[in-house]
């Protein structure tokens, strides 16, 4: 482990194994990745979902999604104490959560998650409204996880308009 100047850990392998809110908030070390944090968490979710979505039918895997929504309250707000920052880049947590939800709406063939997947991560990165608002105006962990699950939100939101406006017979591509 690195001690900054300012006497906060900088995250690495040992900062993640140290305490269990450590490696859930970088979502088993996921969050370690040198490129594009976010990215490597949103992509994480996708073999999650598919374990998951095996064992678990979609009442009591939307259950379990808030289940770990809370927890990721907890995890966040732990790590993001220990790490002097509230909302650092690496806690991908809040990604995998709330893309675990898009994922639960999204149809299953790859084109429909493709596009949820790139939906999602314009909107993380982008942070329109009202995202933008949320990410700066809530702290701690539950802001960490709650701009994501407005991202998703609106993800979901753009989906649905495309399946009923743009794809109204479903049957372009196989999309239904």
């Known amino acids: 482990m690195i001690i900054s100047a300012s006497d ?3 995250p690495d392998r040992e900062f993640v194994r140290r305490h269990s809110a450590h490696f859930i908030a970088f979502g088993g070390g996921v969050g370690l990745s040198p490129v594009a944090p976010g990215t490597a ?3 994480a979710a996708f073999p999650i979902f598919w374990l998951l979505d095996y064992f678990f039918d979609p009442i009591e895997f939307l259950l379990l999604i808030g289940a770990l929504f809370i927890i990721g309250i907890w995890a966040c707000r732990v790590t993001g104490r220990a790490l002097g920052k509230h909302d650092h880049g690496g806690m991908v947590w809040d990604e995998i959560v709330a893309f675990l ?3 639960l709406f999204t149809p299953d063939t790859l084109l429909w998650q493709a596009f949820a997947f790139l939906l999602f991560r314009l909107f993380d990165i982008i942070k329109p409204p009202p995202i933008r608002y949320y990410d700066s105006s809530l702290r701690g962990g539950f802001g960490v996880m709650f701009d994501d699950l407005v991202a998703a939100f609106m993800t979901l ?11 109204p017979s479903g049957i372009l591509w196989g999309l239904h």
């Not at 939101?157 to 794809?167: E, G, P, R, Y």
């Open 8 to 10: 906060h850990p900088l």
């Open 41 to 43: 968490g949103t992509l």
């Open 101 to 103: 939800l898009v994922l």
């Open 157 to 167: 939101l753009c989906l649905a308009a495309w399946k009923a406006f743009v794809i």
